[in-house]
């Protein structure tokens, strides 16, 4: 690993491509025009075949190493696969589909997942409208699915975030095994926020924003839809839900994220 260049500590990034080309011609772009982004490498991961990406004069000003998968992988085994060998002291994984146009998140996010008890650290997203997404959320359980949906109860507990931009140090990734390969598609994030919490961590909030696109394909595609569901009855039915469920009820809503103060 060559050595980081910036005064802020090496930060490894890792994007998962499933045909998104263009994306994430766009986000590494974002990257190089941040300069002193604090990212020192970035792992892209193809799950399957697509045109190369155009490198610019003068080459990326990070370690960039792209991986070829023979057959398809989930969202968990993707990023576990590239950051097994992570020696960077922080970990970040990304969606192809963020765009970083609203300024440098990585010193905010490196500060945020330093503060005492951190176990992972998030911006801000909002969509291309410019509002902020509901990113944060309760877990789901399928009374609280059943009110979102019909009566479009708002949320107020964060007791999760989505994994469209994380940043964990290297110590609470491995220390919880990263992400769990057992969900292909859907609630990985859930259930990896879930064991950071059973394991002492928290969650924080960085003075940092971001666009995310969130396509929500579950929405739109049937086949995604039924993995969401199968997902959702494998979170159900786990350890891990269940082990948390009384812990989440004991934490007030102000203790389930921590802000800057």
């Not at 961590?201 to 839809?225: I, N």
Request: charged residues 20%.
């Amino acid at each position: 690993m060559l050595p980081s260049p910036h005064p802020y500590p090496a930060i490894v990034l890792s994007v998962v491509s499933h045909g998104h080309r263009d994306m994430v011609q766009r986000l590494l772009e974002d990257l190089a025009r941040l300069g002193d982004a604090g990212v020192s490498r970035v792992v892209l991961t193809l799950n399957q075949p697509e045109p190369p990406l155009q490198t610019p004069e003068g080459g990326w000003p990070f370690v960039l190493e792209i991986r070829h998968n023979p057959a398809p992988l989930g969202f968990s085994a993707n990023h576990n696969a590239a950051l097994a060998d992570a020696s960077e002291p922080f970990v970040c994984i990304v969606n192809p589909d963020v765009v970083l146009r609203k300024g440098n998140p990585f010193p905010a996010l490196v500060e945020a997942a330093r503060r005492p008890g951190a176990g992972l650290a998030y911006p801000t997203q909002l969509d291309e409208t410019g509002a902020v997404q509901d990113s944060e959320r309760e877990v789901p359980t399928p009374w609280s699915l059943l009110l979102r949906y019909t009566v479009r109860r708002r949320e107020t507990r964060a007791e999760w975030v989505n994994g469209a931009m994380w940043m964990l140090p290297a110590d609470a990734w491995r220390s919880i095994g990263g992400l769990n390969p057992a969900y292909f598609m859907y609630c990985e994030d859930v259930d990896l926020c879930l064991r950071l919490r059973l394991a002492g961590f928290t969650l924080a909030r960085a003075d940092a924003v971001v666009e995310h696109a969130g396509q929500r394909a579950s929405h739109r595609r049937m086949r995604h839809a039924l993995w969401h569901i199968r997902s959702l009855l494998q979170l159900w039915t786990s350890a891990v839900f269940w082990r948390s469920r009384p812990l989440l009820r004991r934490l007030p809503a102000a203790a389930l994220t921590m802000t800057k103060q």
